[in-house]
């Protein structure tokens, strides 16, 4: 993940939904393997799936 990203989490997501995100990054990672999808798409869209929320 990206300093910058991570920068930004930490400025305006709170702690419990960075931990839910970085959840949703694992098993999207996992799930990416096992379907043989680009790791770099799987982890963008895991980790900004729901930032608007």
Same mark, same amino acid.
């Given at each position: /993940?990206?300093? @910058?990203?991570?920068?930004?989490?930490?400025?305006? %997501?709170?702690?419990?939904? !960075? *931990?839910? !995100?970085?959840?949703?990054? *694992? /098993?999207?990672?996992?799930?990416?393997? %096992?379907?043989?999808?680009?790791? *770099? *798409?799987?982890?963008?869209?895991?980790?900004?799936?729901?930032?608007? @929320?």
């Amino acid at each position: /993940m990206g300093e @910058k990203f991570l920068a930004w989490l930490t400025a305006n %997501v709170s702690t419990a939904r !960075i *931990q839910y !995100i970085l959840r949703v990054e *694992q /098993m999207a990672v996992h799930l990416g393997c %096992v379907n043989n999808v680009n790791p *770099q *798409q799987v982890t963008t869209s895991a980790l900004t799936h729901d930032l608007t @929320k």
